[in-house]
């Protein structure tokens, strides 16, 4: 039986930093990824979603534009889009096998499952870690629905070669906003349906109505409090229907309703890996309850208003994780403040305090400013921007909002003020970002 310090079952972002982290300690480390190295961001998650909203927010913005400066508004070709995608993320996979080699661990492609807590069995062999990570993030969901098998997920969604006519999302999350908008713009007639009464759920509400809006202007259809319950084909067409009612002929249809653990196939429960429906139980070192058994990124359970599912999250994890188990640290996990965004269009991003449970709190004050008077945003006719600002008792910044065609960079902006507590007079003493971008005008709102 071969054996090793430490086995990482999973490939992403988590992995990877880990990886790296362990890359001098003289240990055996080896990788084993269940389907493509570098996991879902690399390769149908947020890496090619942003790579496509390149193209996507210039049309959007031209569009914005026309009658005001822009004359013929830019469109997209699909096909040519697309190819220029795969081409460019085709060697992701084998450039993040070769990283991990390069950070002298060994790699592995089969699916893992646990003969005991030191043992897993990959492709019919079975091989010994010292230590083992589970790091298998999360997949897309499948609602047990009738005719779920007809739906398609966000993977099949950033490998199409051809754009349909009219498209479904089920589900009003990050995944169905963000991929709406970049089918709409591309030319595809789509509706979504939520079973919430609005979308985007983690986000302040009433910007997220901003983002509504636009996507509405832009020829988006929602349809709120739905239930989804059957989908059915038709010919060459799917038929969705919801409990309500809702009766919506289309050519596609995405089941957009989340993303759950990656966890099924790991038996888990034939050595007591503890989990509930948001990933593994772990302690404040990633520990799960069985001893030499962590977990790291998204496959993990955890408070989203602390440590939300993201990318970001993830290599923080990893490089922790690293550093605690070669004895770096001894200090449990400390999560800094997270910024997040949707990259819809509007973008919609937020950091620290969430705007809506402050205004539920005498701790705080939430300021709100209207944004679309300024010439950065004026020039691209945004006219929704709009930030607020959440202040605790002694006039720190402690929370961010933003709705606004830039409001991930925008936020980004703000983040290093929470994280550093910093007070008005020491960011103005340091800092003298460039004029006229945001970055500058936050010494006016702080």
Not at 136 to 143: V, Y
Not at 319 to 332: C, D, F, I, R
Request: with cysteine.
């Amino acid at each position: 039986m071969k054996k090793y310090d430490y086995i990482v079952i999973g490939s992403g972002p988590a992995a990877i930093n880990l990886s790296a982290g362990l890359k001098d300690s003289n240990k055996e480390v080896l990788i084993v990824e269940g389907d493509t190295f570098g996991g879902i961001c690399l390769n149908y998650g947020c890496e090619p979603k942003i790579f496509l909203e390149g193209a996507v927010k210039t049309v959007l913005m031209s569009r914005q534009l026309l009658g005001k400066g822009i004359s013929q508004p830019a469109t997209i070709n699909w096909e040519d889009l697309m190819k220029r995608k795969k081409q460019i993320f085709e060697a992701f996979p084998e450039n993040v096998k070769k990283g991990m080699q390069s950070n002298n661990s060994d790699t592995l492609i089969g699916m893992a499952s646990f003969v005991d807590s030191h043992t897993i069995k990959v492709n019919d062999e079975e091989i010994y870690g010292e230590k083992i990570i589970i790091a298998t993030g999360q997949k897309p969901n499948k609602l047990p629905i009738e005719g779920s098998e007809l739906t398609f997920s966000s993977n099949d969604v950033l490998s199409l070669d051809s754009l349909p006519k009219n498209v479904v999302f089920i589900g009003g999350g990050f995944v169905s906003m963000e991929l709406a908008v970049i089918l709409n713009a591309a030319g595809a007639h789509v509706e979504i349906v939520e079973f919430a009464d609005r979308p985007l759920t983690a986000f302040y509400s009433e910007h997220v109505k901003d983002v509504v809006q636009e996507m509405e202007d832009q020829g988006i259809i929602f349809h709120f409090n739905q239930a989804i319950n059957k989908v059915e084909k038709n010919g060459d067409k799917y038929v969705v229907t919801s409990k309500q009612g809702l009766i919506i002929e289309t050519d596609y249809v995405v089941d957009g309703s989340g993303r759950v653990p990656n966890i099924d196939k790991l038996n888990l429960d034939g050595v007591g890996v503890e989990y509930d429906r948001g990933g593994v139980l772990v302690n404040d070192y990633l520990e799960t309850n069985v001893k030499g058994i962590y977990a790291v990124g998204d496959v993990v359970s955890k408070d989203p208003l602390v440590a939300p599912k993201l990318t970001s999250t993830s290599v923080f994890e990893g490089e922790y994780l690293s550093v605690y188990l070669e004895g770096k640290t001894k200090a449990p996990i400390k999560y800094p403040v997270i910024g997040s965004a949707a990259f819809t269009f509007p973008q919609i991003a937020q950091a620290g305090v969430n705007v809506s449970k402050a205004l539920e709190s005498e701790d705080y004050e939430v300021i709100n400013y209207d944004l679309t008077p300024d010439f950065f945003y004026t020039g691209t006719n945004d006219y929704n921007a709009k930030l607020s600002l959440v202040f605790d008792k002694n006039k720190r910044l402690v929370g961010a909002s933003e709705v606004s065609q830039t409001a991930a960079d925008d936020i980004n902006n703000f983040v290093d003020i929470i994280g550093l507590n910093l007070d008005k007079r020491e960011w103005k003493e340091k800092f003298l970002p460039i004029f006229p971008s945001i970055a500058y005008k936050t010494r006016d709102f702080i």
